[in-house]
Nanobody, 125 residues
Framework: VQLQASGGGLVQAGGSLRLSCAAS????????IGWFRQAPGKEREGVSC????????YYADSVKGRFAISRDDAKNTVYLQMNSLKPEDTAVYYC???????????????????WGQGTQVTVSS
């Protein structure tokens, strides 16, 4: 059971990145998927989540209108499209899978069972 986050990199403020979270060893369609981030010296925080059905999403206030989460269960992958990036978005981004039940989402880290290794996103000003 493994989650692989990828797509991070260095981008200028105002730019875009698309993160991918690919699963191996299990299928994602049963799980809600969350994207979290952790900046140096700060706690890990929930950025965006999507329910197992894909019909319910959550966004932190800091990313609403700029980030979009989606899932492609045929590819066993969840994406986080990040637009209009700001320097304060700089962090290591993690994806995680949680057995939350049908059409549930939460940014609560404790509710997620499987975690990827993280991908660095750096936004320069």
């Amino acid at each position: 059971v493994q989650l692989q986050a990828s797509g991070g990199g260095l981008v200028q403020a105002g730019g875009s990145l698309r993160l991918s979270c690919a699963a191996s060893g299990f299928t994602l369609d049963y799980y809600a998927i969350g994207w979290f981030r952790q900046a140096p010296g700060k706690e890990r925080e929930g950025v965006s989540c999507i329910s197992n059905s894909g019909g319910i999403t959550y966004y932190a206030d800091s990313v609403k209108g700029r980030f979009a989460i989606s899932r492609d269960d045929a590819k066993n992958t969840v994406y986080l499209q990040m637009n209009s990036l700001k320097p304060e978005d700089t962090a290591v981004y993690y994806c995680a899978a949680g057995d939350l039940g049908a059409s549930e989402v939460t940014p609560d880290i404790q509710e997620y069972d499987y975690w990827g290794q993280g991908t660095q996103v750096t936004v320069s000003s």
